[in-house]
């Protein structure tokens, strides 16, 4: 009688754990980047939820969003260039953010990724 062999083979599970270490340094270097930008997106979508918060004029809402990135320790993103804000009308507001962030991956590999979002704003009086 003879026994097929079960389960993987050695350079099956090699293919498995460089499969896996591949994925977790991707999401080491993509983590950060998300958090930042969602921390942006929660300070430019916060006037419009928050009643606390009073923006009278465009030069208080660029503030606002200044102070807010310093408060969160985003560095990486130059707010005079990602982020344009507009008076739409009274008391409205059109913030874009745009902006990419380069990762280095490997030697010559680097992850790329590209923000463009735009919010209305209106402050709750």
């Known amino acids: 009688m003879r026994h097929s062999q ?4 050695f350079f099956g599970w090699l293919a498995v754990i460089t499969i896996l270490i591949f994925g977790m340094v991707v999401a080491m270097k993509l983590i950060p980047i998300y958090m930042d930008h969602f921390a942006l ?5 916060s006037v419009s939820e928050d009643p606390s918060i009073k923006i ?6 660029t503030s606002h969003i200044t102070k807010g990135m310093q408060i969160n320790s985003i560095r990486d993103i130059n707010a005079s260039e ?5 008076a739409s009308g009274a008391d409205v507001y059109t913030v874009t953010i745009k902006y990419e962030v380069r990762s280095p ?3 010559t590999v680097d992850l790329l990724v590209h923000f ?3 919010h209305i704003v209106r402050p709750i009086k």
């Open 116 to 118: 463009d979002e735009t």
């Open 105 to 107: 991956m490997l030697q």
């Open 56 to 61: 009278g004029s465009l030069r208080d809402l």
């Open 41 to 45: 997106r929660k300070i430019v979508t």
């Open 82 to 86: 990602a982020i344009n804000v507009k």
């Open 6 to 9: 079960k389960g993987m083979s």
